[in-house]
C-alpha cells in the first residue's frame, strides 16, 4: 500500500474530472468524519495491488472501500464502488424514467426514449452519473451527445454509455 | 296452555344446570381449554340450521353432555356432532325462552319453536298420558329422564372405551387398543418402503399417549419403548438421522417436539431490514408498497425490521436492493445485534462477519461512526461481505481474513470495545433454511462445533477491553439448539474468564438453561435467550451477553477469591501490566514466568501451603506453553485458590 506516484495521480485525477469537474477539490479535501478520533484527518489515494482506493488517513494501512480500478496498461477505470463519491460530487447528471431503470440496471445503454431529464452542457465523452427519478444513483456511464444534441436526438438515440451499475455488485 | 307450557317448561326446570351452562358458555367468548366445548361452538352456528333432523338426538345428546365434558382428550366426529346436537338444540332453547311465552299465548303450533315444541310435545305425550294430571305427569317424566340419563352416562362410557380402540392404528384389528408394533410387524414395515400414513397416525397416537402416560399407555409397552418408536417413526416420516431426532428429543416434551418439527417443515416468514444509513423504515415501505409488495412492520421489538408477505416482484432484484437502501435478512439475525448495542465512535470486531448481514446492521447503528473489523475466515464468502458492505454504503468498515482463533493475535488483545461472535455452528435451529443439516449432523459434529466454538469465545474475549469506557461487551449467539453448542460453551467461558453474563436486553424469548439433564451450569445462565420457530416464528437462536470484568485471564470463582487475588497478588499485579503493555513475545515471558514463580514460592511460604509444585496462583495463560502444562497449572491454581477458600473463613476466625 502506498500512496500514487505522480502519472498515476495525474491520470486518477483526470479520470474522475471527467465526472466531477471542479469538484475533485471537495474529492481531496474532504474533511474524514470517520475512524476514532474526533480531529479529522484528510482522504487520500492509496495503491494497493493495481487498485486505487480512497481512504481516510487517520487508518493508515488499512484499505477502505471505494475504490477503482489501475489496469497494467496503465488507463483507469473508476469502479461501481466509487459511485457514492461521484454521486455526490457529479456535475453532469442523467435522471431515468422508472420504466427505463431496470433496463440500464441490466447493462442497456441509455436512450433517450429513457431520458427523465439532464444537466445542461454535457459535451460528449463526458461521464455522468445515472440516477432514477427518486435521486437514488444508479450507476456512472459516458455521454454520447450534448445536451442540445440529446433534445433532437428520436427516441431510440443513445444518450449514455452504460459504464458501470449497482447490478454488477 | 299452561300444561302445553309447564310440559314445555318441565324438562328444561328438571335439568337447568346443564342448559343454563351451555346458554352462558355459547354467547360470550369460551375461555374453557376444552376442545370439545371450542369446537362445538363453532359448529353450533352450523347446526342450528339443521333442527328437524336432529331432534331426537338433541334430548338424548343433552344429557350426554355432562359426562362428556370429563373427557378432555375426545376428539371424535360422534362427540363433535352430539355436541352439536346440543348446542343447537339449547339455542332453540333459549331461543324458546324468549319466544315461547307470547307464542303459546296464542296458539303453540305458531313461531319458531314449532317444530320442537310439537316434537317435545309428543314426546311428553309418550310418558304422560294426560294433559290433566300435572305433578303426576312432572314426576313421571323426571323420572323416565333420569333414567334415560343414567343410561346415557352408561353409553358414553362405552363409547369412550369403543372409541379409544377404535382409533387404535396399529395393523391388525381395528377394536383392539393401540398398541407397540410387534417385531414382526417392524420387520415387514422395514422391507418395503416406509408406509406414511401409518407412521403418522403411529407417531400421533404415541404423542398422545406419551402425554399422559398413566392413563394412555399401550399395553405392555413401557414408556422407553414407546420413545424408541416414536423416535424411529418421526426418524423415517420427517427423514432426521435418530442422532438428531434423540438430540431434539431430550429437548423437548411429546408435544411440543411435535410442534417445532412441523415449524421446521415449513419456511419462516420473509423479512428485510432497513439501512438507516440510506433511508427510514417508513420511506421504504411506501416505496416498497408502490412496487408491488405486501409488507408490516416486522414486530414491535424491531424499529427497522420489515416482513414481506408476498411480492410482485423479486424482493431482491429491486433498485432499493441494490441500492442498499435494504437488506434480506432473517428476524432472529437481528436479535444479537441489538444485544450487541453498539455505540458511536466503538471500535467492534465481528469475528464470522459473511455475508454481513449483522455486521451492516452494526454500522447502520454507530451511523458509520468508529471503526468495525469485520472478519471471515472462508475465502469465497469473503466476496459477499464485501460486496454487501460497499451495497449499503457501510465505509467505516476493515474487512479481513483471518482464522478467528488468530485474531487478538493480529489485532492485539485487549484492543476493542465490543466482539460480536455469531459461532459456526450445526444449524440445528436453522432446519427450516436447510433440510440437510437434518441428515448431515452427528455426535462428532457437535463435538467439534462445540470446541470450536469455546476457542473462537475466549479469543473474542481476550479482544475486548474491560477498561472501556463504553463497551466491554461480547454478544455469543449461534443459529443451533443444542445445548452443548449454547450453554455449555458459555458456561466454559465463565470458568476460564473473568466474564460476567448480563441481560441482553430482550425482553422476550425463552431463558437458557441453568441445568439441562446430567449438566450443572452456572446459575446466571439464564439471563441467556432460546428462540424457538414455534414459539417465536423465527430461526432457532442462542444469544447471550458477557461483560468483560478485567482485563486478567484467570477466572475467578466468587467474591471471596477477587479479593484474595488482589491482596496476594499486589506484586503480581505490577507485573502484570508490564506484561500488557508488551505484546506476546517469547523472551519477555519466560523471565516473566520465573519470576512469577519465584513470587509464587514466597506467598506459599507465606500461607504456608503444602502444594508441592511451585506454580503461581496468578499464571497467565501462555498460548507458547504447552497445553498440558497449562491444563495442569490451571488444575493447580483452582485447587490452591479452593484451599485458599477454606482456610481464609478459618483465618477470619
Known amino acids: 500500500m502506498r500512496p500514487l506516484d505522480e502519472n498515476e495521480t495525474t491520470v486518477v485525477f483526470e479520470k474522475i474530472f471527467k465526472f466531477v469537474g471542479n469538484n475533485l477539490k471537495n474529492i481531496v479535501e474532504n474533511p474524514s468524519h470517520e475512524g476514532p478520533e474526533s480531529d479529522p484527518g484528510r482522504y487520500c489515494f492509496r495503491l494497493q495491488k493495481n487498485r486505487v482506493y480512497y481512504a481516510s488517513e487517520s487508518l493508515p494501512g488499512l484499505p477502505r472501500d471505494l475504490h477503482r480500478e489501475v489496469h497494467p496498461r496503465g488507463s483507469f477505470h473508476l469502479t461501481i464502488m466509487s459511485l457514492n463519491l461521484l454521486a455526490a460530487n457529479a456535475k453532469h447528471k442523467v435522471w431515468l424514467k422508472p420504466t427505463s431503470e431496470m433496463s440500464f440496471l441490466y447493462g442497456n445503454h441509455v436512450l433517450k426514449g429513457g431520458l427523465g431529464r439532464i444537466t445542461d452542457s454535457i459535451v460528449p465523452g463526458d461521464g455522468v452519473v445515472v440516477f432514477s427519478m427518486s435521486d437514488v444513483p444508479l450507476g456512472f456511464g459516458i455521454a454520447a451527445k450534448s445536451t442540445q444534441d440529446c433534445r433532437k436526438l428520436d427516441p431510440n438515440g443513445i444518450v449514455v454509455l452504460h459504464q458501470a451499475d449497482i447490478e454488477s455488485i | ?653
Request: proline share 5%; hydrophobic share 30%.
Open chain 2, 1 to 653: 296452555m299452561v300444561l302445553t307450557r309447564s310440559n314445555k317448561k318441565a324438562p328444561k326446570s328438571q335439568t337447568p344446570p346443564p342448559f343454563k351452562k351451555l346458554s352462558k358458555a355459547q354467547t360470550p367468548p369460551v375461555k374453557k381449554a376444552e376442545k370439545p366445548q371450542t369446537l362445538t361452538l363453532k359448529k353450533g352456528a352450523k347446526s342450528q340450521k339443521k333442527p328437524p333432523l336432529k331432534k331426537q338426538k338433541k334430548e338424548d345428546v343433552v344429557e350426554e353432555e355432562d359426562p362428556l365434558e370429563e373427557v378432555s382428550d375426545v376428539e371424535s366426529e360422534d362427540v363433535d356432532e352430539s355436541d352439536d346436537g346440543e348446542k343447537g338444540s339449547n339455542g332453540f332453547f333459549s331461543d324458546d325462552d324468549d319466544g315461547e311465552e307470547e307464542l303459546l299465548g296464542d296458539d303453540f303450533l305458531d313461531g319458531s319453536g314449532d317444530d320442537e315444541e310439537e316434537e317435545r310435545s309428543d314426546s311428553d305425550a309418550a310418558l304422560s298420558s294426560d294433559s290433566d294430571s300435572d305433578e303426576e305427569d312432572i314426576l313421571k317424566e323426571s323420572e323416565a329422564l333420569d333414567r334415560a340419563k343414567a343410561k346415557e352416562e352408561e353409553d358414553a362410557d362405552a363409547e369412550l372405551l369403543d372409541f379409544n380402540k377404535e382409533v387404535g392404528p396399529d395393523g391388525e384389528s381395528e377394536h383392539d387398543a393401540f398398541r407397540m408394533p410387534t417385531e414382526e410387524e417392524l420387520e415387514e414395515e422395514s422391507r418395503g418402503p416406509p408406509d406414511l400414513p401409518l407412521l403418522q397416525t403411529r407417531i400421533k397416537e404415541i404423542v398422545r399417549a406419551l402425554s399422559n402416560f398413566n392413563v394412555l399407555r399401550p399395553k405392555g409397552a413401557s414408556r422407553k419403548e414407546c420413545s424408541e418408536q416414536l423416535k424411529a417413526d418421526l426418524a423415517s416420516y420427517y427423514g432426521y438421522n435418530t442422532f438428531l431426532i434423540g438430540a431434539l428429543f431430550e429437548l423437548f416434551p411429546p408435544v411440543e417436539l411435535m410442534e417445532i418439527i412441523e415449524a421446521f417443515e415449513k419456511q419462516r416468514p420473509t423479512s428485510i431490514r432497513t439501512n438507516t444509513l440510506k433511508t427510514r423504515r417508513r420511506d421504504l415501505a411506501d416505496v416498497l408498497l408502490n412496487r408491488g409488495v405486501n409488507l408490516d412492520p416486522l414486530s414491535k421489538w424491531s424499529k427497522v425490521g420489515l416482513v414481506v408477505y408476498d411480492s410482485q416482484v423479486p424482493i431482491g432484484a429491486t433498485p432499493e436492493y441494490l441500492a442498499g437502501f435494504y437488506m434480506l435478512q432473517g428476524a432472529s439475525s437481528f436479535l444479537p445485534v441489538m444485544a450487541l448495542a453498539p455505540k458511536e465512535n466503538e471500535r467492534i470486531v465481528d469475528v464470522a462477519a459473511a455475508p454481513g448481514g449483522k455486521t451492516t446492521y452494526v454500522a447502520a447503528l454507530m451511523k458509520n461512526t468508529g471503526l468495525i473489523f469485520a472478519n471471515e475466515m472462508k475465502v469465497p464468502r469473503l466476496k459477499s461481505l464485501t460486496a454487501n458492505l460497499h451495497r449499503m454504503g457501510v465505509t467505516n468498515t476493515i474487512v479481513c481474513n483471518y482464522d478467528g482463533r488468530e485474531l487478538p493475535k493480529v489485532l492485539g488483545e485487549k484492543s476493542v470495545d465490543r466482539v460480536l461472535l455469531d459461532a459456526p455452528c450445526s444449524g440445528t435451529g436453522v432446519i427450516s433454511k436447510d433440510e440437510s443439516v437434518k441428515t448431515s449432523k452427528s455426535l462428532e459434529d457437535i463435538k467439534r462445533f462445540a470446541h470450536l466454538q469455546k476457542q473462537l469465545l475466549l479469543a473474542a474475549i481476550d479482544m475486548v477491553d474491560a477498561t472501556s469506557k463504553t463497551g466491554g461487551y461480547i454478544v455469543y449467539s449461534t443459529c443451533s439448539l443444542m445445548v452443548a453448542e449454547n450453554e455449555a460453551v458459555i458456561d466454559y467461558a465463565l470458568k476460564k474468564r473473568n466474564v460476567q453474563l448480563v441481560k441482553t436486553g430482550l425482553d422476550f424469548g425463552q431463558d437458557g438453561y441453568k441445568r439441562f439433564r446430567e449438566h450443572r451450569f452456572h446459575p446466571s445462565l439464564k439471563q441467556t435467550k432460546r428462540f424457538y420457530p414455534h414459539v417465536h416464528n423465527m430461526d432457532g437462536f442462542f444469544v447471550a451477553k458477557l461483560k468483560k470484568m478485567s482485563n486478567m485471564k484467570q477466572s475467578l470463582e466468587d467474591g471471596e477469591t477477587v479479593e484474595q487475588a488482589d491482596v496476594s497478588s499486589d506484586d503480581d499485579e505490577a507485573e502484570e501490566m508490564e506484561k500488557h503493555a508488551v505484546p506476546n513475545k517469547q523472551q519477555p515471558k519466560e523471565t516473566k514466568e520465573n519470576k512469577i514463580e519465584r513470587l509464587a514460592k514466597s506467598k506459599e511460604k507465606k500461607k504456608g501451603k503444602k502444594d508441592g509444585k511451585s506454580k503461581s496462583k496468578n499464571v497467565e495463560k501462555k498460548p507458547k506453553k504447552k497445553r498440558s502444562e497449562w491444563k495442569k497449572e490451571i488444575a493447580q491454581a483452582r485447587e490452591e485458590k479452593r484451599r485458599a477458600m477454606r482456610e481464609k473463613p478459618k483465618e477470619k476466625q
